[in-house]
């Protein structure tokens, strides 16, 4: 069984071999966590959690979603709680695409300057 060692990044010079690869992630999220209910498919309407990491127009953004098994391509996820995502207190997206590793496609019900609001 492997010890553990506490060490920082400094130790890295000595910890790493010519054949090691070190990779760095340097995926930018914007600062903003969204909390909403799949809605409109069965009698239950499950948590999901989503972090919008690339927008690829006025109203699609990339998002990493949790869990993401729990949505599938034409679902609706309501986003909001007690009335505070935005000026009617409720936002909806639909699921475009799901993709691998728990990214989708949301498609927003407002895009532009209203959504970013």
């Known amino acids: 069984m492997p010890e553990f060692d506490d060490r920082g990044v400094r130790d890295l010079p000595e910890l790493l071999r010519p054949v090691d690869a070190l990779v760095a992630n340097d995926t930018r999220v914007i600062p903003a966590r969204l909390i909403g209910r799949r809605i409109g498919r069965?009698?239950?309407?499950?948590?999901?959690?989503?972090?919008?990491?690339?927008?690829?127009?006025?109203?699609?953004?990339?998002?990493?979603?949790?869990?993401?098994?729990?949505?599938?391509?034409?679902?609706?996820?309501?986003?909001?709680?007690?009335?505070r995502v935005c000026f009617l207190g409720?936002?909806?997206?639909?699921?475009?695409?799901?993709?691998?590793?728990?990214?989708?496609?949301l498609a927003f019900a407002f895009a532009d300057a209203v959504l970013d609001k």
């Open 90 to 105: 409720e936002l909806d997206a639909t699921v475009e695409e799901k993709g691998e590793g728990g990214e989708v496609t």
């Open 42 to 83: 069965g009698d239950t309407a499950p948590r999901i959690e989503a972090t919008l990491h690339r927008r690829l127009d006025g109203a699609r953004w990339r998002a990493f979603v949790k869990p993401a098994r729990r949505l599938e391509a034409g679902d609706v996820v309501r986003f909001g709680e007690e009335g």
